[in-house]
């Protein structure tokens, strides 16, 4: 019974933080792709907060679900990249690097509104005193997921958006041979997941920028 009431309840706290943040990430995308001359996401619907039209079966629903029950400190997922045809843009290089930007600084923009909701919760009137921990849990798992967001997309192996932003600002040459390791990326991903080089990477720049909310949110 504990172990359900604490998959029901780590739910209720991480399910719109998560949900949120890897949907507004791919709008973002789509929106930035759409004002600079591809409406593919648009004309597919893809240009909406309604996490239904974003699900991915594994990344939204499956990987989180299975770090919740084996009681993962924090929730990672992912939504179905929403399509750019990045012939479309107006200056397919320099545009490119605009759209993959914008996914990681819509997290950045999240990560800034769940520390408001963290600071409130701890600064509520009497009467909606009961909202205060579910609000400072929710703004914590928000301020976590949008972070890890953040900087794992920043990683400049494509398909990442880090990659994409890399492959438009380099050279001819060696945007070319970046680009060329796309279909082997998440390969590579998960070879520095396991061996521990991602958070030897990651983890410094984490535990930095996930303090710098947590203190603006009013944590110690």
Known sequence: MNDIDGFIRGLAIW??????????HEVAHGWVAWKRGDPTAMLMGRLTLNPLKHVDPFGTILLPGMLLLLHSP?????AKPVPVNFAGLRDPKRDMVLVALAGPLANV????IWTFVLWLGAH??????YLSEPMQLMGQ??????VVLFLFNLIPIPPLDGGRVAVGLLP???SMALSR?????????IVLLFTGVLWTVLGPAFVVVRGLFL????MP
């Open 15 to 24: 399910a719109i933080p998560v949900l949120f943040a890897i949907t507004v």
């Open 74 to 78: 924090f929730l990672f997922g992912y």
């Open 109 to 112: 923009l999240m990560a800034f």
């Open 124 to 129: 509520l009137p009497g009467p909606l005193a």
């Open 141 to 146: 798992a928000g301020i976590l997921i949008n």
């Open 172 to 174: 001819a040459g060696p």
């Open 181 to 189: 390791v796309e279909p082997y990326g998440f390969l590579i991903l």
């Open 215 to 218: 203190h603006l949110g009013g």
